[in-house]
């Protein structure tokens, strides 16, 4: 069993930024976020493999958001800029033991670990 423990999140006005930062109990494979707002399902927004070799983002979060990972400390991290009203919501960090790819990386089912979200709220 892998228990993951997020942090950061809060609050920002358009056009800034934050944080999150997610720490595994073991090392795992990939390490995504998934977001979701009420009344919508969950969606991807980032994963990345262990090395940090093999990473996909959403199209909409593409060159404003960068995850990154650190096999010694076994967090993955999402540095979030830019943010406007649509990126507002509750985050939740994922791990699996699997290699992903490109087709499945967002999908829920691919991942066996979920952290208990951390709010992401952005104010315009």
């Known amino acids: 069993q892998v228990q993951l423990v997020e942090s950061g999140g809060g609050s920002v006005q358009a056009g800034g930024s934050l944080r999150l930062s997610c720490a595994a109990s073991k090392a795992t494979n990939f390490m995504g976020w998934f977001r979701q707002t009420p009344g919508k399902e969950r969606e991807g927004v980032a994963s990345?493999?262990?090395?940090?070799?093999?990473?996909f983002y959403a199209d909409s979060v593409k060159g404003r958001f960068t995850i990154s990972r650190d096999k010694t400390t076994n967090t993955v991290t999402l540095q979030m800029s830019s943010l406007n009203a649509n990126d507002t919501g509750m985050y939740y960090c994922?791990?699996?033991?699997?290699?992903?790819?490109?087709?499945?990386?967002?999908?829920?089912?691919?991942?066996?670990?979920w952290g208990q979200g951390t709010q992401v709220t952005v104010s315009s």
């Open positions: 990345s493999s262990a090395g940090g070799g093999f990473k």
């Open positions: 994922a791990a699996t033991l699997r290699r992903l790819y490109d087709y499945n990386w967002s999908q829920i089912s691919a991942y066996e670990y």
